[in-house]
């Protein structure tokens, strides 16, 4: 056997082929084909989703928030989303009101994160959206679901891969 490879493995031994044996195919890429119009508004390497399904955030429990950057995730007293009372959300982290009708893609939330301030609540109606940066730099999204009576507010929340 030749000397180790990058992988740690062996190489072949060296080829006794006579010198006019053609030379083995190149396993250079080949070039770019020409770039099309992207119909998509995600990036080529989007990451991937960690987590979708619903929370409910109960300001009377303890604990009544989530920390997303668990998957599952984990229960908190406060957290990357809960509530402290009917119709809020709040963050320990960061939270933006997202008013596009449009569909939540991770490229989309994470400029809207990047691009405005994030507070650390949010009053909200049944059907708002909600970017939510956590503490582990991920990034997420919550929808509200429902409001209850008390200090009760179900969501469906989405949290991306780290990219």
Not at 116 to 123: F, T, V, Y
């Amino acid at each position: 056997m030749g000397p180790p490879t990058e992988s740690g493995g062996m190489s072949p031994p060296a080829s006794s082929a006579p010198a006019d044996t053609p030379a083995p195919a190149s396993h250079a890429p080949s070039p770019d084909p020409p770039e099309e119009p992207r119909t998509s508004s995600a990036p080529p390497h989007a990451p991937r989703v960690r987590r979708h399904g619903t929370l409910v955030l109960d300001g009377d429990a303890m604990p009544g928030g989530w920390w997303l950057d668990q998957n599952p995730p984990g229960p908190s007293v406060a957290g990357d989303v809960f509530t402290e009372s009917s119709g809020t959300l709040s963050s320990d982290g960061a939270l933006v009101a997202w008013r596009d009708p449009g569909p939540p893609t991770y490229s989309r939330w994470a400029t809207l994160l990047n691009g405005e301030r994030g507070r650390h609540s949010l009053d909200v109606r049944v059907g708002d959206r909600a970017c939510v940066g956590t503490w582990q730099h991920r990034v997420g999204c919550v929808e509200v679901t429902a409001i209850t009576d008390g200090r009760r507010v179900e969501v469906a929340a989405t949290v991306w891969e780290q990219q």
